[in-house]
Each structure stands twice: as C-alpha cells, then as structure tokens.
C-alpha cells in the first residue's frame, strides 16, 4: 500500500515538473503563439469601475469595464504600461430600449443592458505573455471560452491603441 | 475656568437637543417637505457596479450605476424593497464618439464616457425619508448639490416604477 502511494505521488511530481517545463520551452524557442485564457479570473463581478462603452452597428453592444486593484491603481495614477498584475474585464451586454422606461418618460430614449452577450478579459503578465505586448487575451461565452480563431481577433485592434494595448479611459 | 467649561458644555447639549428635536417635529406635524442630501456619500467610486443606462434625446446621456454593500447585496438576492442602508449613485456622462476607437475599427461605431455631467444619489432611510418612500434623492453638479426645485423631479419619476421607486435592475 505504502510503495503505490510513493508511486502516486512520484507520478503526480512528475506530470507537475512536465507542465512546468513545457511553457518554459515554448517560450524559450520564440514561439510567439498567443496564450488565451481558460479560466475566468474569480471575484471580477466585486471589481470596480474603469467606464462605461457602447458600440453601434452590427455589435450594438453595451459595455461595463471593470478592474482589479492592480488596474484601478494604475488607471488613478496614470501609470502606463500597466503593471504585472493587471486584470480588466469588460462586461458586455445587448444595448436594448427600456420599454418600462420609456413609459414613465413618455418618451423613447432609455437603453439599458439587455441579456448578457460575452465577457472579455485581459491580464498583464509581461513574462508569461511577452509575444502578445505582455497581454493575456480572454473571451468567454456562457461562462466558456470562445475557440481560439475567435481570440486571434483581439490582439491586431488592441494593438494599435495608443496605451499599452487599452481602449478603455478611467471615468472620474 | 471650571465653570465657564461647564456652560460651553452645557450651551453645546442644548444646540444638540434642538437639532434633535427640529427635524421630529417637522415630521411629527406631518410635513411632507422632500429632504435631499446635501454631501456626496463618500466611498461611492469604489462601490460595485449595478448596471449601465443610456439617455438618448435631449440627455444624451451614459451611466453607470453603482451601488455601496448594502445596495448590492439587496439586489443579488431580490430583495424588495431595499432595505433602509441601500445607497443607490448613478455617475452620468456625456455619451460621446470615440474617434480614437472609430478609427481603430474602420467605422463608426463606438461611444465612450466624455465629461461628467452630474451624480445621483438614492439613500434608503425609511424613517428620515418616510415622506419621500423612504427614499431620499442627491443630485450633485461638479460636487455641489443643484437646487432644491431641480431636485423636485426626482421622485414623480421614480413613483412611476414598480421596483421600490428604483428604475436600475441588476446586470450579470
């Protein structure tokens, strides 16, 4: 009983010194294949507010940008690039006519957040995502990943922001 | 010495039973004078996030609604009517196009948070504010309060909603 339990657990060392050694060898051979999130970052729903965003046209999309302490830090004291550390999220949702409120307005202009369509992530880690501008890219649906071609699109817009890959401005 | 000390002390728990009884008696003679907040509640930037409006029309206006502990754990467990505690902001901005954004994307399509416009404030104190729903309403211009007959508009229009006199629901 005692030798299949030391097998155990040379087994489980192993795989772990494996799954420690093989990203260290990507990165060391200049692999510049972009790292995606697979996990949502928990507790993002308690993080405070970055700003507020809406796209029109075929996105019509309504956006709640939050971020960690790291982020809000960063943002409040005008620290650019972002720190190690990082993690800003962005809530999006349908932009929809508030019915309920226009009817006590007597009048059609109230849009609220309609049914939740994605949730978007990035996490500055300079190492870890050094070939995407030190940012980790996540996109997830119903609580799951999107496919990776779906992830390759937000890197070349993020891109060409002209702080350190964020559109999003801190709202006072 | 001692007793001039003692007169000051004397003359200060007089101004405060005065202070005390005022405001008891305008409501014992059943005044239903709306009482609006005069100070900003502080802390509020870094409360959680509630939801996001949009004003189309004449307000052309974007929020984020915010709410403190209290707010929001009364929302995420439905609870109805908020219980005496809950503070309610909601940050207005202009809703402006980001040209920044637009031509990263190639299109028009994004508008962002310009400059801020005013705050708002519902705080839930079911006694001092029993002649208001138990509501009491803040509406605050470059951090001084508007006055008192712009903030008569406040309650009609909340009156009109079915959710405790608030019109945000809670976002995912």
Same mark, same amino acid.
């Given at each position: 009983m005692r030798r299949v339990t030391l097998l155990l657990i040379a087994a489980a060392a192993l795989v772990c010194v494996i799954a420690l050694i093989a990203p260290a060898r990507g990165r060391a051979a200049g692999e510049a294949v972009p790292i995606f999130l697979t996990q949502i970052p928990p507790g993002y729903r308690d993080w405070r507010l970055v700003s507020v965003a809406h796209e029109e046209g075929n996105l019509n999309s309504f956006a709640a940008v939050l971020g960690n302490d790291v982020a809000i830090r960063a943002y409040r004291e005008g !620290?650019? @690039? #972002? @720190? =190690?550390g990082t993690v800003i999220a962005a809530l999006h949702y349908r932009h929809v006519p508030s019915e309920e409120n226009n009817s006590v307005f007597g009048r059609e202009q109230s849009f609220v957040a309609g049914p939740q369509t994605n949730i978007q992530f990035m996490v500055k880690d300079s190492k870890k995502y050094a070939a995407t501008g030190g940012w980790g890219f996540g996109f997830f649906k119903d609580a799951r990943p999107v496919d990776a071609a779906s992830m390759q699109t937000c890197l070349p817009c993020h891109a !060409?922001?002209?702080? =350190?890959?964020? #559109?999003t401005r801190y709202a006072p």
């Open positions: !620290k650019l @690039p #972002f @720190p =190690d !060409k922001t002209s702080r =350190d890959f964020v #559109f």
